[in-house]
T-cell receptor, first 113, second 113 residues
């Protein structure tokens, strides 16, 4: 069964500093990987996805993520954080012939001035 | 292009009652997935509907049921509500059955007392 681990429950970062959120997945075949962001009281917004090809993927809002098969990881990065990036971030994994996304427990990002 | 919409926004029910939540999929999408997000957790997959048929189901009891209509909108029904059913219920639409980019609605916050 597929699963996702987000090791960091909460991260605090200064505005303008870089951000990296960790995601490790467990799946037997090539996974489909996603990062979503959720602002308080809101639904989930897709930041980026990886299906195949280039292992470094670019997303919206200046985010990027790198798929590393050898480490079963799909970490999310942003070079310079803005106050509006404060939110909860979820990593999710799916399978090509599956129908569901499996989500991690999320990482809450706080941005300090 | 209209995004995914859900109604109602908030709902308070009593244990043992029944509830119906509604979701309108994004224009051009024929697949709807439902997720339950308990407080402080990632979303958990309930089921997916593709072209009016249940396409897959997560680990939820039969008292969680659904429908998809010819216009691809969907309902989630929960019978015999329990306190643990209190959660944010998220609907996501996509352009085909299975794993593809899923676009989420804002959710319905259900409180069971």
């Amino acid at each position: 069964a597929q699963s996702v681990t987000q090791p960091d429950i909460h991260i605090t970062v200064s505005e303008g500093a870089s951000l990296e959120l960790r995601c490790n997945y467990s799946y037997g075949a090539t996974p489909y990987l996603f990062w979503y962001v959720q602002s308080p009281g809101q639904g989930l917004q897709l930041l980026l996805k990886y299906f195949s090809g280039d292992t470094l993927v670019q997303g919206i809002k200046g985010f990027e993520a790198e798929f590393k098969r050898s480490q079963s990881s799909f970490n999310l990065r942003k070079p310079s954080v803005h106050w509006s990036d404060a939110a909860e971030y979820f990593c999710a994994v799916g399978a090509q012939k599956d129908y569901k996304l499996s989500f991690g427990a999320g990482t809450t990002v706080t941005v300090r001035a | 292009e209209t995004g995914v919409t859900q109604s109602p926004t908030h709902l308070i029910k009593t244990r043992g009652q029944q509830v119906t939540l509604r979701c309108s999929s994004q224009s051009g999408h024929n697949t709807v997935s439902w997720y339950q997000q308990a407080l402080g957790q990632g979303p958990q997959f309930i089921f997916q509907y593709y072209r009016e048929e249940e396409n897959g189901r997560g680990n939820f009891p039969p008292r969680f049921s659904g429908l998809q209509f010819p216009n691809y909108s969907s309902e989630l029904n929960v019978n015999a509500l329990e306190l643990d059913d209190s959660a944010l219920y998220l609907c996501a639409s996509s352009s085909s059955g299975g794993i593809h980019e899923q676009y989420f609605g804002p959710g319905t916050r259900l409180t069971v007392t």
